[in-house]
């Protein structure tokens, strides 16, 4: 007679049945509550970056129309409106101070700056300031995702994490470019190490995937290029070593912007009162620079696609770009708010057609986006991050030459950044 092996039998069922109720339990895929986490701060960002481009759209068509000797009071105007939003409302900083939060509080991004850093900058930016959105976007998109990791209850790195996600959806909703937005939300907070927050790069790329379809949606930007550059084709060895050369033009422009921008710092360092006086002089100098450069004004978005399509000579092509950096530094330092990342686009984009048309020969797509690319890693310190956005808005697939210019421009630049607070600490400013 075979022995009773029922007990055994029942036994394997129990513990078959057992595993399967446990992966009914469990979630078998790699998707978990911290992906829909990032994914909804994403999309919150994505409807907040539409509504505001929206609004800032509308005051620009409204205030373009206004050209000639009427900027010089339209725009003083305009600035002294800005300085009394940030007199009442309080400062709410520029990228600097982003920075400093991220390395010194956590990581935690203060929701009592929104509001007037969204009033200052739209006025700004739609009154002509050559300042870019980015930087609003930004801090209220930042903030928002420490506003959630707050109701999270989240504490250390989980909290930066979900800041730096809010960013990178900010930077993402402005360039279209989910993955340059992302390493440039991590990028833009170092000097030398280009990548520290490496465990918030996740949080950053689903954030920012999240915030490009919904922005995308709403504005119908981001899909297609943001400028019709000329097509370019990596056909030629030689052309590795034009982008090192552009590069190197980058790097020297990077130096003379930084400074041209620090003589502005202290030019308005020097004037007494309150911050609406320094404005609205701002207002008036920025007035006086559009009337003469009307390029300048703005932060290029538009612009740069008139100095793609037209056949300007080198030598305004240079003037416009000195011009700009001029404008820029005004801007900035001024007290008007907005950041200086497509600004230098353009700047770079002018700086390489002129070469391009003073070098008979050379292609002028690969002079501007080399030029332009060298020229934002050597300011901002971001050459991975530059090689992706710069690729995506201009449509250029071949990365390496970007990349090269890119990098010769990070390595070329002062040891000290224009970004103080990229060095972390006092200390680091010395050793360098």
Known sequence: MLPNKQPVTDKIQLWISSQLAGLTK??????????????????????????????????????????????????????????????????????????????????????????????????????????????????????????????????????????????????????????????????????????????????????????????????????????????????????????????????????????????????????????????????LVLGGLAVLFPLTRYFGHEELELVISNNFSAIFLLSLAFAKMAAIGFTVTGGWRGGFIIPLFFTGACIGKAIAISIPGLNPALAMICVMAGLNAAVTRTPVSTTLLVSKLTNISPLTPILFASLIGFFLAPKIPLIASQLKSPKEAIAE
Request: a neutral charge.
């Open 26 to 283: 469990r979630n078998p895929l790699m998707i978990s509550r911290w992906v829909l986490r990032w994914t909804v701060v994403g999309t919150v960002c994505g409807l907040f970056a539409g509504l505001y481009w929206n609004v800032l759209e509308l005051m620009i068509h409204a205030l373009n129309r206004i050209e000639g000797p009427s900027l010089l009071i339209v725009m003083p105007t305009l600035g002294l409106f800005v300085g009394l939003v940030i007199h009442h409302l309080g400062n709410p900083g520029e990228i600097g101070v982003i920075v400093d939060n991220i390395h010194f509080r956590g990581g935690r991004l203060d929701a009592r700056k929104n509001a007037p850093m969204i009033l200052a900058s739209l006025a700004s930016i739609s009154a002509g300031g050559s300042a870019g959105p980015e930087a609003p976007l930004v801090q209220v998109t930042g903030s928002f995702g420490t506003w959630v990791a707050d109701r999270l209850q989240l504490k250390g790195e989980d909290l930066r994490s979900m800041s730096l996600a809010g960013m990178a959806a900010g930077f993402t909703a402005l360039f279209g470019a989910p993955l340059g937005g992302a390493m440039f939300a991590l990028e833009i907070l170092h000097h030398k190490h280009v990548l520290e927050y490496y465990e918030a790069l996740m949080p950053a790329i689903v954030s920012s995937c999240a915030s490009y379809l919904v922005f995308t949606a709403i504005t119908h930007l981001g899909i297609a290029p943001t400028w019709s550059f000329p097509q370019y084709g990596l056909n030629n060895i030689d052309d590795f070593a034009l982008a090192i050369a552009y590069g190197v033009i980058g790097a020297v422009a990077g130096w003379i912007f930084m400074a041209i921008f620090r003589g502005c710092d202290r030019i308005f360092a020097r004037i007494p009162g309150p911050i609406y006086v320094r404005t609205t002089i701002a207002g």
